[in-house]
């Protein structure tokens, strides 16, 4: 079966650090880190494709970092200068259909870890 399994959810205050990883049990071109806060629509956070190349919200760049270790099967997401508005449940992606996009269109998900961001 396909598995996305996302870790490294918590809270933390404002200008802190966390770092997201989601082990997958698949080999996808595109990789890619969404969040969703309650009442808002989810949107792309992150994308990432087999061969390194980067995709960031315009809302993230300088702050977030996406990279995955192949060898690991391992997608991850390092959230530095966190602010409030970051708060929300973080999906994993993935999809063996290209190109590398924030489209919510990808063909498998995780189950979301809650990334809280306290003032």
């Known amino acids: 079966q396909v598995q996305l399994v996302e870790s490294g959810g918590g809270s933390v205050q404002a200008g802190g650090s966390l770092r997201l990883s989601c082990v997958h049990s698949i080999y996808p071109y595109a990789m890619a880190w969404f969040r969703q806060a309650p009442g808002k629509e989810r949107e792309g956070v992150a994308g990432?494709?087999?061969?390194?190349?980067?995709l960031y919200a315009d809302s993230v760049k300088g702050r977030f970092t996406i990279s995955r270790d192949n060898a690991k099967n391992t997608l991850y997401l390092q959230m530095n200068s966190l602010k409030p508005e970051d708060t929300a449940i973080y999906y994993c992606?993935?999809?063996?259909?290209?190109?590398?996009?924030?489209?919510?269109?990808?063909?498998?998900w995780g189950q979301g870890t809650q990334v809280t961001v306290s003032s």
């Open positions: 992606a993935a999809d063996f259909r290209g190109p590398l996009r924030l489209r919510s269109d990808f063909a498998y």
């Open positions: 990432i494709s087999s061969a390194g190349n980067t």
